[in-house]
């Protein structure tokens, strides 16, 4: 009798212990996924930061407005300026395509402006004429308006 009751207490012990390391999955799990949200939010910010001040918000506004970019068509801003900003962009799409920021924050925080990027004649013919020398130039950008035009089709309104 003894025994069956020591083998009883056995097997509801290794079923508390298998219990508890479950347990111990989630609450790890659910905190990892509150580090990722928290790192990813960390990031998004980071990017708006950068695009929100100086020659990138300049670059931003003048897309808002429909005016001119760059100063040999009377804009403000140098092709170099044009690059700095189109280059923030890449690393954008470059830290949305390696996940660190969530996608929905992303679309949120970004399409609108990469959407503006990617419709303007000015930005387009710009990187038409710099594609010559390499195709490969800011095709980060592109990228990332495919991925919101592809979360668009996944989340119609």
């Known amino acids: 009798m003894i025994g069956t009751i020591g083998k009883v207490i056995e097997i509801l012990l290794s079923l508390a212990q298998t219990v508890a390391i479950i347990l111990a999955l989630v609450i790890s799990?659910?905190?990892?996924?509150?580090?990722?949200?928290?790192?990813?939010?960390?990031?998004?910010?980071?990017?708006?930061?950068?695009?929100?001040?100086?020659?990138?918000?300049?670059?931003?506004?003048?897309?808002?407005?429909?005016?001119?970019?760059?100063?040999?068509r009377g804009g403000k801003f140098t092709e170099d300026d044009l690059d700095k900003f189109l280059g923030d962009l890449e690393l954008l799409g470059e830290a949305c395509d390696k996940k660190v920021i969530d996608e929905d924050m992303a679309y949120d925080a970004f399409s609108h402006e990469v959407t503006k990027v990617v419709q303007n004649p000015e930005i387009a013919a710009y990187l038409t004429t710099i594609r010559r020398e390499d195709p490969t130039f800011f095709r980060g950008?592109?990228?990332?308006?495919?991925?919101?035009?592809?979360?668009?089709r996944r989340h119609p309104n």
């Open 29 to 72: 799990i659910r905190a990892l996924r509150a580090d990722e949200s928290r790192t990813s939010a960390e990031t998004m910010l980071k990017f708006a930061q950068i695009l929100d001040e100086g020659v990138d918000f300049g670059i931003y506004l003048a897309l808002e407005h429909d005016t001119h970019i760059l100063k040999k």
């Open 141 to 152: 950008i592109d990228d990332l308006k495919n991925s919101f035009d592809d979360y668009e």
